[in-house]
């Protein structure tokens, strides 16, 4: 029996070429109308441009019934349908593969390469706390979250500047982000050499400002860039000062030391060099055109600066209805805190907020509220929040109080699991090789497994993907635990897992819990990419 990970990838990429040569053409149900009787779908007007009147030749449809290969879900049934050609799977098989297997479904389905390299660069941080912006605040949530999704996918992160100021260190552990600290700066002295030889000619002996050496031409620089780099053709020269510098100081320091434990293919090289690295710049858009120009000053003055850098650019934060409000990201998280101290004083009564015991609850739930909406939406697109207190309801669904509650939920079902088996109301549980999972019949169970659970790891892989030539970010994994949350939350309240205790009715309840077993695995990974610990109650 084959025993390599089931993939959603895997099978739609057997499923096109099981078609013959051309462009893809099969699509994967989500829709739960349309999973009751399909799980992927050819539409009949794709299939109208590969073949003549959209009728597939009877020997391919017999290739899809059979198909199999590594990775490729078991085929049940294709069969041509009004909207197209059907292919439903063999449900039970994916459902004992997966859920004999549920550790393999919370990792990423292609590890990085061993060595590879990112330096992550978030500039907002050189900021005080009460000082830093709610667009610069996206930054650095943007920038955790990176940095989580590439070392869960096996590559090397750096991440710069290392904060000094112990405010803004105390504001990141509030937040839970986790960001180095250091308590001295990189030595300029040899950038600022470099700078001088540059700048000896073009000062033309007036006297500067204390703190600023010059100005260097970077239109010629610009140009040799070409315009597929990005940067604005506005860009003629820059003010070269003594910040600027030690900004450049910290980050080529970051870039040739690497620390020995940072990477098992870098143990014990100090000096690693620019090769294979990537530098991940994350900046708002107020901040861009002047990253632009440390960028490019670093080319200027650094023969083996890195080649390969991103500008990660994070759209504006605007308040929803109070456009001339400017709020700092402090007071931000305290307002958020305020709301989630009172919704919980309104459902469980008295002022929770004075007991230690919810003290820590509170901060993660106000935390996650941040997160989601900072992080639901692409980075850089442009980001409206809504201040109403409905954004940190358990009611609401699109929420990260919404899914920090069904985890939560989930968390109450196994401990009740426990308690009642320890009373000797239930059996203890069976070997997974033991359960029959033909029992899982329920459409919310396929519903599960089939949007949440086998697509989790090809998801995880999309949001570690730099590409130096795209524009943006894949950030996924908000929207994709709401959607989860929602789907556990319908099934939950309509099914009763911890039935009667007989004997007859402990098969069901054990190949369901098995289930939510998986599902609790996935949301448990999927909040670690944010910083964010299982809640056990709320």
Not at 73 to 93: F, H, K, M, N
Not at 506 to 512: E, H
């Amino acid at each position: 029996m084959a025993t390599r990970r089931l993939g959603v990838g895997e099978t739609l990429g057997a499923l096109n070429a099981a078609l013959g040569p051309g462009g893809p053409v099969w699509i994967k149900e989500t829709r739960t109308r349309h999973l009751r009787s399909r799980d992927f779908l050819a539409p009949h007007r794709a299939l109208q441009a590969r073949f003549d009147d959209g009728q597939v030749p009877e020997h391919l449809l017999h290739a899809l019934a059979c198909l199999q290969g590594p990775g490729v879900a078991p085929v049940l049934r294709c069969a041509p349908t009004p909207a197209g050609l059907s292919l439903q799977l063999q449900r039970s098989a994916v459902f004992e593969r997966v859920l004999s297997a549920v550790a393999a479904y919370a990792t990423p389905a292609s590890p990085a390469s061993l060595g590879q390299r990112v330096l992550l660069h978030c500039p907002a941080l050189r900021s005080s706390p009460c000082a830093l912006r709610l667009s610069q605040l996206r930054t650095v949530l943007v920038a955790d979250h990176l940095a989580r999704a590439l070392r869960a996918h096996g590559v090397c992160v750096r991440l710069v500047p290392a904060v000094r100021d112990p405010h803004m260190l105390t504001f990141l552990q509030q937040l839970r982000v986790d960001w180095p600290a250091a308590s001295e700066r990189a030595s300029s002295h040899t950038l600022r050499s470099h700078a001088l030889e540059e700048l000896t000619s073009a000062n033309d002996g007036r006297t500067l400002s204390p703190g600023i050496l010059g100005r260097l031409c970077l239109k010629e620089l610009v140009e040799e860039q070409g315009r597929t780099a990005g940067y604005d053709p506005n860009l003629d020269n820059c003010l070269v000062t003594e910040d600027l510098l030690s900004v450049l100081a910290e980050l080529q320091e970051a870039l040739w030391h690497w620390p020995e434990d940072s990477h098992p293919g870098l143990a014990g090289a100090s000096d690693t060099g620019t090769g294979g690295c990537l530098v991940v710049h994350v900046v708002s858009c107020e901040e861009e055109f002047q990253q632009q120009k440390l960028d490019l000053l670093w080319q200027k003055l650094v023969d083996k600066a890195p080649l390969r850098q991103k500008h990660l650019i994070c759209g504006p934060v605007k308040v929803a209805g109070a456009p001339g409000t400017l709020m700092t990201a402090p007071e931000y998280y305290e307002f958020r805190h305020t709301q989630v101290c009172k919704a919980s004083a309104l459902k469980h009564g008295g002022d929770l907020a004075q007991d230690p015991a919810w003290t820590e609850i509170f901060g993660v739930l106000s935390v996650a509220t941040i997160k989601f909406e900072m992080l639901s939406t692409a980075p850089q697109s442009q980001l409206f929040l809504a201040l109403a207190d409905s954004s940190i309801s358990t009611k609401g669904t699109k929420s990260g109080t919404f899914v920090m509650y069904n985890c939560a939920r989930l968390a109450t079902l196994f401990e009740s699991y426990k308690c009642s088996m320890e009373q000797g109301l239930y059996p203890t549980f069976p070997p997974v090789s033991s359960l029959d999972f033909s029992l899982l019949h329920d459409e919310g169970e396929w519903l599960l497994l089939f949007n949440s659970i086998l697509p989790f790891p090809d998801l995880l892989s999309r949001t570690a993907v730099l590409d130096c030539t795209a524009p943006g970010l894949h950030i996924a994994i908000c929207k994709f635990l709401v959607q989860l949350s929602m789907d556990f939350s319908s099934y939950y309240n309509r099914v009763h897992i911890l039935g009667e205790p007989r004997p007859h009715l402990f098969g069901q309840m054990f190949v369901r819990l098995q289930l939510l077993r998986a599902v609790r695995e996935v949301l448990h990974t999927g909040l670690a990419m944010l910083g964010l610990p299982p809640l056990s109650h709320i």
